[in-house]
T-cell receptor, first 116, second 114 residues
Framework: AQSVSQHNHHVILSEAASLELGCNYSYGGTVNLFWYVQYPGQHLQLLLKYFSGDPLVKGIKGFEAEFIKSKFSFNLRKPSVQWSDTAEYFCAVNALTTDSWGKLQFGAGTQVVVTP | NAGVTQTPKFQVLKTGQSMTLQCAQDMNHNSMYWYRQDPGMGLRLIYYSASEGTTDKGEVPNGYNVSRLNKREFSLRLESAAPSQTSVYFC?????????????FGPGTRLTVL
């Protein structure tokens, strides 16, 4: 079975600091990759997605992610965070196989707290 | 265009009670999903429906049943609630075509089972 691993469970950083959240997955074939964000008390919203093409993907609110196929990784980055980026971030993978049709496998999530 | 809506937003049950969580989407998506979210475990798929008239088990289906009522609506039923089912439940929908599966999520139902 596929698995998704997020390296950090909690990250605390100051405003204007750079953020990088790691995500690795276990499936070796074709994948769709996603980062979702969940602000306090809200539902999940899509930050960015990778289906194919340029491995450097830009999303909303200044976030970007890089797909490195050889490392099975899809790390999320933001050069300068703001207090409003305080949220939980989830990496998700859809392995394109018959068995995993349409199913997203989520990582455990990373709680990010940005201090003023 | 409301996207994905869920009712109720909050619910408290006693062990052994039953209830149905409702979900509806207005994006004309074929596929719908039910997840539960627990601290430190991310989201886990309970059941999904690839298209109207079909449902399949996900990762954690025990204790739950689903009904795809029509293209818009997908309900989740707890027949006999247990404290282990205390969780936040999210419904999602997608138009899964050509391998592109971007899912859109509802606001969630916070369920407590005493």
């Amino acid at each position: 079975a596929q698995s998704v691993s997020q390296h950090n469970h909690h990250v605390i950083l100051s405003e204007a600091a750079s953020l990088e959240l790691g995500c690795n997955y276990s499936y070796g074939g074709t994948v769709n990759l996603f980062w979702y964000v969940q602000y306090p008390g809200q539902h999940l919203q899509l930050l960015l997605k990778y289906f194919s093409g340029d491995p450097l993907v830009k999303g909303i609110k200044g976030f970007e992610a890089e797909f490195i196929k050889s490392k099975f990784s899809f790390n999320l980055r933001k050069p300068s965070v703001q207090w409003s980026d305080t949220a939980e971030y989830f990496c998700a993978v859809n392995a394109l196989t018959t068995d995993s049709w349409g199913k997203l496998q989520f990582g455990a999530g990373t709680q990010v707290v940005v201090t003023p | 265009n409301a996207g994905v809506t869920q009712t109720p937003k909050f619910q408290v049950l006693k062990t052994g009670q039953s209830m149905t969580l409702q979900c509806a989407q207005d994006m004309n998506h074929n596929s719908m999903y039910w997840y539960r979210q627990d601290p430190g475990m991310g989201l886990r798929l309970i059941y999904y429906s690839a298209s109207e008239g079909t449902t399949d088990k996900g990762e954690v289906p025990n204790g739950y049943n689903v009904s795809r009522l029509n293209k818009r609506e997908f309900s989740l039923r707890l027949e006999s609630a247990a404290p282990s089912q205390t969780s936040v439940y999210f419904c999602a929908s997608s138009e899964f075509t050509s391998g592109y599966n971007e899912q859109f999520f509802g606001p969630g139902t916070r369920l407590t089972v005493l």
